[in-house]
């Protein structure tokens, strides 16, 4: 930042930008007690908002204008030539390393460019499901993508707001500059109100999609439901924290009231950094609302020379330093979390986190001092003709690369691409696998003589086999029910012939009670999954019911003030009659169901989320399973069992490919690759349902 619009570089904003983007980074390193890491974003939104903002009405107070033209071309020597760097490194790694990023990555890189991933995320082929199995190595862009966005058109409402609250002032002779301050200081407060009711109308837009079972994409991608931040950020910025600022006023008492807001607003963002969770109901019903306050009163207490240890911590050097390096630190962190896997360096997560941060630093350093400073500053490309040209050449060298992406020879298209469920060949286990008397295990319920844990050890089978079967006469129904496993399942099936296929399926949602406890943090997920009996009972006559739990029914339930642990037997009553209750659902409606077994889960090394001992233990999974068993015994001639945990989890050990491809690359989820292959196999087990129900 310069004076020569009247805002004195403030060393502790670099601060708040360095809080913002470690916790992004450790939160997708897995480093599990930075669960609300995610959070940082927001942190970037405010300060993003409030030195547009000042930056403009300080501009405005001296030359009674805005220059858009110079505050766009000032964004694009900013912003564009680490994005430029990043983009052809990326697309330069795919094109020679990573062939199966190629798939999606050329349409990303074109999202990228143009500042529109998020909207790609959201009605493109990929949403925030995407982080379950391969994500985007461009997934990150999508907070850049809303933040261009709002430059685009933030200038237009202030310079517009401003020239508007001059007319209707009275317009005042240039020269007279300090009547005309005057006239601004009167306005900055309306301007600041208008901008926390433009915030609190995002935030009540979103918790109204929240409450309309919008899908999670489109409340944590959207440019109007994530605004909230960015106007919070305005608000400051109106509120006059610049040239002509109301704290300039300020009394030695006022400045203390805010070093102590500051304090609280602190405790408020490391609670959240520390203790949120991405599924937490609460963020999409006013919490992201609270996190952009809590961050605005860190920032409003860290500058201007407000006294106290916020702005002391914030503005020492070593976060300054860290702060700098934010923009490319946030631009690069991704990627080579994806580059530099637990598979390929080994190691403690501690090392593996090490190693990714030097990685990381490492480029943002290359980058700002070779690209972004010699570019901002005019050493570089020194007149906006230049600067202009050089990034349109630049972006077209982006674009050919991702044409490149789509063209490739045809070995590499087909390891990039998933096959067809239909054609997919599946390496099946072997006849001995199969019970004595021929019977396929997902043909009868379990007897009771198997250990607990046999629908996870116990290998598939099926005594049809469907790539040497033909199709039948008429597609099968099916109706896919449960949580993001099931979903994934459905979204990334692909073409089959032999059904007609529908997702039912919730996000983040299962058949327990919406309060959970993941370790020592109780959790509250969307109200949307305390409505997934509706889902159950949605299905018609005739239809197959095929149903994925468990990824959330290991967690311990919170009901009725109390926790109640996995495996007691409050937890399996509670657990039974809930299960019952889906299963009544489906009954009625006349449609046959397949329960899942619930598989192992391997999750120590999945990459950008959060481990969960709950889900790698396998008592949990065992007390799941044996609640399964029991209800299907229950209601043998409408439930049968598919034999999920002994597809992905024959022997009891996490399988961890299919016919040469990764079969769940968190440790949870199907992807885009292997999701074809499992349905190969799952088209057995849902012809074996539909013969008992015949």
């Known amino acids: 930042m310069s004076e020569k619009n009247g805002l004195k570089h403030q060393p502790a904003i670099d601060g708040v930008r360095a809080v913002a983007v470690l916790a992004v980074v450790l939160y997708h390193s897995g480093v599990s007690w930075v669960s609300g890491g995610f959070l940082g974003v927001d942190g970037f939104f405010v300060v993003s908002g409030f030195l547009i903002t000042t930056l403009m009405v300080d501009e405005f107070a001296v030359t009674h204008r805005i220059d858009l033209r110079s505050f766009w071309l000032r964004r694009i020597r900013r912003l564009l030539p680490a994005l430029l760097f990043l983009l052809f490194a990326v697309a330069s790694w795919a094109l020679l390393v990573e062939p199966e990023w190629a798939a999606s990555l050329s349409g990303d890189l074109v999202a990228a460019l143009t500042y529109v991933s998020n909207w790609r995320f959201i009605i493109g082929d990929r949403s925030y499901f995407e982080v379950f199995g391969s994500p985007s190595p461009l997934r990150h862009t999508w907070s850049l993508a809303i933040e261009e966005q709002w430059y685009i058109v933030w200038p237009l409402v202030v310079a517009g707001a401003l020239w508007l609250t001059f007319r209707l002032l009275g317009r005042v002779a240039d020269s007279n500059q300090s009547t005309s301050g005057s006239q601004l200081r009167r306005a900055l407060p309306a301007l600041a109100i208008g901008s926390v009711a433009l915030a609190m109308f995002s935030a009540g837009w979103m918790a109204w999609l929240a409450d309309a079972d919008s899908d999670v994409s489109r409340l944590y991608y959207g440019t109007d439901t994530r605004a909230q931040g960015l106007l919070v950020g305005c608000a400051l910025g109106f509120a006059g924290w610049g040239r002509l600022g109301a704290v300039a006023t300020l009394g030695r008492g006022q400045r203390r009231v805010i070093s102590v807001i500051g304090i609280g607003s602190a405790g408020v963002v490391a609670s959240t950094l520390f203790l949120a969770v991405d599924v937490d109901g609460w963020l999409y019903e006013g919490g992201f609302l609270l996190v952009a306050l809590a961050w605005a009163g860190v920032i409003a207490a860290a500058t201007n020379g407000i006294p106290g240890p916020i702005g002391w911590v914030l503005g020492s050097a070593p976060f300054v330093a860290v702060g700098r390096l934010s923009y490319g630190i946030y631009l690069w962190h991704w990627p080579v979390q994806l580059i530099i896997t637990p598979d390929r360096l080994g190691g403690s997560l501690a090392t593996l986190t090490a190693t990714r941060l030097i990685v990381t630093v490492a480029l943002a350093g290359i980058s700002l001092v070779m690209i972004e400073n010699p570019v901002r500053d005019g050493r570089l490309l020194p007149t906006p003709r230049l600067t202009l040209t050089a990034a349109g050449v630049a972006s077209i060298a982006v674009l050919g690369i991702s044409l490149l992406l789509r063209v490739e020879p045809d070995d590499r298209l ?40 046999q629908l996870q050890r116990q290998a598939p089978a099926s005594d049809i086999a469907p790539d040497t079967v033909q199709p039948p006469s008429e597609p099968i129904e099916v109706v896919v029910l449960g949580d993001s496993v099931a979903f994934n399942l459905a979204y990334y099936s692909g073409t089959i012939e032999e059904i007609n296929l529908e997702n039912r399926a919730q996000m983040g949602c299962g058949v327990v009670p919406n309060e959970l406890w993941v370790g020592n943090r109780r959790i509250r997920r969307a109200d949307a999954c305390a409505r997934w009996t509706e889902d159950w009972a949605s299905v018609d006559q005739g239809d197959i019911a095929v149903a994925f739990i468990g990824s959330w029914d290991v967690f311990d339930p919170h009901v009725n003030g109390k926790r109640l642990e996995v495996g007691t037997q409050e937890w399996e009553e509670l657990f039974t009659a809930r299960l019952q209750e889906g299963v009544d659902s489906v009954a009625a409606a006349g449609a046959q169901l397949g329960l899942a077994s619930v598989p192992c889960y391997d999750t120590a090394g999945m990459v950008g989320e959060i481990p969960s001992a709950e889900r790698d233990d396998p008592t949990r999974v065992a007390a799941v399973n044996k609640v399964i068993r029991a209800v299907t015994e229950a209601n043998a001639d409408t439930v049968s069992v598919i034999d999920w945990a002994g597809f992905a989890c024959p022997n009891g050990t996490s399988r961890t490919e299919v016919d040469g491809r990764e079969l769940r690359p968190d440790g949870i989820h199907t992807d885009a690759n292997s999701t074809p292959l499992v349905w190969t196999w799952l088209i057995g087990e849902i012809r074996n349902i539909e013969a008992l129900g015949a």
């Open 414 to 453: 087909q390891q990039a691409q998933p096959p067809r469920a239909e054609s997919a060949q599946v390496d099946r286990p072997s006849s001995t696998d199969v019970p004595p008397g021929g019977a396929s295990p997902t043909s009868v319920a379990p007897s009771e003589n198997r250990p607990d844990d």
